[in-house]
């Protein structure tokens, strides 16, 4: 456990080295680390609203999203955070960018925002979704996936200019995504669910409830590692391979909210085996924020 000299709620973690990195939360709370966490520093953000995403693309630009729609930018590694437009007051809860150019926003009411100039304008992408999304990662410049409420899973081919609905046929909220590649993708929500994907989206695996917690976060860059954390302390590590159930994804024309897919057994199947050990249960506050 290493002081990070404030007592807010933190809610989302960057690092773009082993050195440099960044940690947002409550109250407009902005903390950088150059010693890859060992003493963190708070930075002066312009808002006091609660900030649920963050993102650097370098050791100098990032941006950091939030309530009421806030958007920060910085282009000196946050010594000075500024307020861009957004054009929405939902609640913005992840952020991606490409490149320096390119990103991509989530968040309440199924917002989906996309930059092409470096977060300094943003525009609303149109779709039919209402659901809330809660996050959004990239494998590459166009293929990325978003998740949210109700078990919804988006897919973008373009950088995010449009989006596919991949209905996992899950119906809990999914909180939280990684990318290992085009193909490898882990997601984590609520009741303890995991599901896993090793092509792309076309099909999903799902594994039995081991625990009742949600699960907030996820680490995977493929093979063995793979790390999914949520309420009470729940820490979840892959061990082994077991069978699983598979969900094949449904066979109509691309259209968000689709008919969900019906479960279908497969004996051969293989899915990651997450340990929960002896880790106690706690019931902390709800960690997303109602609607607006």
Same mark, same amino acid.
């Given at each position: 456990?290493?002081?990070?000299?404030?007592?807010?709620?933190?809610?989302?973690?960057?690092?773009?080295?082993?050195?440099?990195?960044?940690?947002?939360?409550?109250?407009?709370?902005?903390?950088?680390?150059?010693?890859?966490?060992?003493?963190?520093?708070?930075?002066?953000?312009?808002?006091?609203?609660?900030?649920?995403?963050?993102?650097?693309?370098?050791?100098?630009?990032?941006?950091?999203?939030?309530?009421?729609?806030?958007?920060?930018?910085?282009?000196?590694?946050?010594?000075?955070?500024?307020?861009?437009?957004?054009?929405?007051?939902?609640?913005?809860?992840?952020?991606?960018?490409?490149?320096?150019?390119?990103?991509?926003? *989530? $968040?309440?009411?199924?917002? @989906? +925002?996309? &930059? %092409? =100039? #470096? !977060?300094?304008?943003? /525009?609303?992408?149109?779709?039919?979704?209402?659901?809330?999304?809660?996050?959004?990662?990239?494998?590459?410049?166009?293929?990325?996936?978003? *998740? $949210?409420?109700?078990?919804? @899973? +988006?897919? &973008? %081919? =373009? #950088? !995010?200019?449009?989006? /596919?609905?991949?209905?996992?046929?899950?119906?809990?909220?999914?909180?939280?995504?990684?990318?290992?590649?085009?193909?490898?993708?882990?997601?984590? $929500?609520?009741?303890?669910?995991? +599901?896993?994907?090793? =092509? #792309? !989206?076309?099909?999903?695996?799902?594994?039995?409830?081991?625990?009742?917690?949600?699960?907030?976060?996820?680490?995977?860059?493929?093979?063995?590692?793979?790390?999914?954390? $949520?309420?009470?302390?729940?820490? +979840?590590?892959?061990?082994?391979?077991?069978?699983?159930?598979?969900?094949?994804?449904?066979?109509?024309?691309?259209?968000?909210?689709?008919?969900?897919?019906?479960?279908?057994?497969?004996?051969?199947?293989?899915?990651?085996?997450?340990?929960?050990?002896?880790?106690?249960?706690?019931?902390?506050?709800?960690?997303?924020?109602?609607?607006?």
């Amino acid at each position: 456990m290493r002081p990070s000299g404030t007592n807010v709620r933190l809610d989302a973690i960057t690092f773009v080295n082993e050195n440099n990195g960044w940690a947002v939360g409550e109250k407009g709370t902005i903390l950088h680390t150059t010693n890859g966490g060992i003493v963190w520093t708070q930075q002066d953000a312009d808002t006091q609203q609660e900030l649920l995403g963050v993102c650097f693309v370098s050791e100098k630009l990032g941006w950091a999203v939030g309530a009421r729609g806030n958007i920060l930018k910085t282009e000196d590694g946050g010594n000075a955070w500024r307020l861009v437009p957004s054009g929405t007051k939902a609640w913005l809860e992840d952020v991606r960018f490409l490149d320096e150019k390119h990103g991509v926003a *989530v $968040g309440s009411g199924g917002t @989906i +925002l996309r &930059t %092409e =100039d #470096g !977060g300094e304008t943003w /525009k609303d992408v149109a779709h039919n979704l209402r659901e809330w999304l809660y996050a959004v990662a990239f494998a590459d410049k166009l293929r990325g996936f978003a *998740v $949210g409420e109700k078990g919804i @899973i +988006l897919h &973008t %081919e =373009d #950088g !995010g200019l449009t989006w /596919k609905d991949q209905e996992s046929s899950v119906k809990t909220n999914l909180f939280a995504i990684s990318v290992a590649s085009r193909d490898d993708i882990l997601i984590a $929500g609520d009741q303890g669910r995991v +599901l896993a994907s090793r =092509d #792309g !989206g076309l099909t999903w695996e799902t594994q039995p409830t081991i625990t009742s917690s949600p699960l907030f976060a996820v680490a995977y860059r493929g093979g063995a590692n793979a790390w999914v954390a $949520g309420r009470g302390g729940a820490i +979840l590590r892959r061990s082994e391979s077991l069978a699983t159930v598979k969900i094949s994804a449904p066979k109509l024309p691309p259209a968000l909210r689709g008919g969900p897919p019906k479960l279908k057994q497969e004996e051969n199947s293989q899915q990651l085996n997450l340990d929960d050990g002896d880790i106690p249960k706690a019931v902390p506050p709800v960690r997303k924020p109602q609607k607006p």
